[in-house]
């Protein structure tokens, strides 16, 4: 592996570590990087599918399953238990994912992407319309859950939620690697590049974009339980469209080709929105589809691309350097 390969791989994760010093030197964006990072978990469910060329404008789906899921369990008990409540939203995301994949992996492109859009507004609807469960358009409140059976106070709980949520940020980011560099991973891959000759070599492709379907939902399902979990509300804006839309903004923008382009992409993106927001409320929508715009015109292959672009220009100058010199020597110069 070269250098530059080397920097790419680690870049994602030395940026992860240096968030860890965020709660010592500047407090105030803790909770804010806390709700970045856990949607970074959908955008990079979001980016394991479009490894296979398939886009979801509906996994917004699984976000909110697991949140409310959680939200339930947390109400039902007092409070309950962080990781129970982790586990058991993580769990329905991806069992619903199995059950509603099996159909959904017939497809393809903006069938596939349309059918994810329908499963997830008509869940949206059954939020809003049955507000004696779930509390319709005002949500549900989230109650604090302990951690490790210890009750904390808000305070302490904020920061032990950073710096789990950094954590499961960096094991879904190394299982999620490990996961596209498997054979599994790269019949995915192969479904994007040539779907026909991977059926000829007797896999079913169904079978391998539900596994990564139901990975993708599971990784979704995690971000929900976090992000309800630090916001300590659930409503149905969580499966709403423009929140699937979002995913696939920041997807597109950190880099769809690489994991480390979920966490890129959402850093990036809270960035841009949140100043965005403070300095130009009435247009800030329009700034983050400006942005968007120059990324796709300029840096198809988002933020990871264009530095892996800039890497690679700066390691050849000065192999360019030496080539003139060399010729000049030859030369007789």
């Known amino acids: 592996m070269t250098t530059r390969a080397q920097i790419l791989r680690v870049l994602p994760y030395a940026l992860l570590l240096a968030l860890a010093l965020v709660p010592q ?9 806390t709700l970045a990072l856990a949607k970074s978990l959908a955008v990079l469910g979001v980016i394991v599918l479009l490894q296979a060329g ?9 976000f909110a399953i697991a949140a409310y899921a959680a939200a339930f369990l947390g109400n039902s008990m007092g409070g309950g238990e962080i990781v129970l409540s982790l586990v058991l939203g993580t769990v329905c995301s991806a ?18 992407g349309m ?8 869940f949206f609807s059954f939020l809003e319309k049955f507000y004696h469960v779930t509390g319709g358009s005002d949500g549900l409140s989230v109650a604090r859950p302990r951690v490790l059976g ?10 032990v939620l950073f710096y789990g949520t950094l954590g499961l940020v960096i094991g879904a980011l190394v299982l999620t690697h490990r996961f596209l ?19 000829y070599l007797g896999v079913s492709a169904r079978n391998v974009l539900l596994a990564g379907y139901v990975l993708s939902a599971a990784l979704c399902g995690l971000g929900g339980v976090l992000m309800s979990t630090a916001q300590g509300i659930v409503t149905p804006e969580y499966a709403w469209w423009v929140r699937s839309g979002e995913f696939v903004f920041i997807a597109i923008l950190g880099g769809a080709g690489s994991v480390g382009g979920a966490v890129v992409g959402t850093l990036a993106y809270e960035a841009v929105k949140t100043y965005a ?24 292959n988002g933020l990871i691309g264009l530095f892996r672009s800039w890497t690679r220009r700066i390691g050849s100058a000065p192999e360019r350097t030496g080539d003139r010199a060399g010729d000049r020597v030859g030369a007789g110069e």
């Not at 030197?25 to 990087?33: D, F, M, N």
């Open 25 to 33: 030197v500047y407090p105030a964006a803790q909770v804010l990087l």
């Open 54 to 62: 398939q886009v979801s404008f509906g996994h917004a789906l699984f």
């Open 95 to 112: 069992a619903v994912a199995l059950v509603v994949g099996v159909f959904i992996v017939r497809y393809r492109h903006i069938f596939f």
């Open 115 to 122: 059918l994810n859009l329908a499963l997830s507004m008509i």
């Open 150 to 159: 210890m009750a904390l106070e808000r305070g302490p709980f904020e920061l």
């Open 181 to 199: 560099s498997s054979p599994v991973g790269q019949m995915m891959r192969a479904i994007k590049t040539n779907e026909v000759r991977l059926e």
């Open 277 to 300: 927001a403070a300095f130009a409320a009435d247009i800030w929508q329009m700034i983050l589809g400006v942005v968007l715009l120059v990324v796709i015109l300029f840096a198809p």
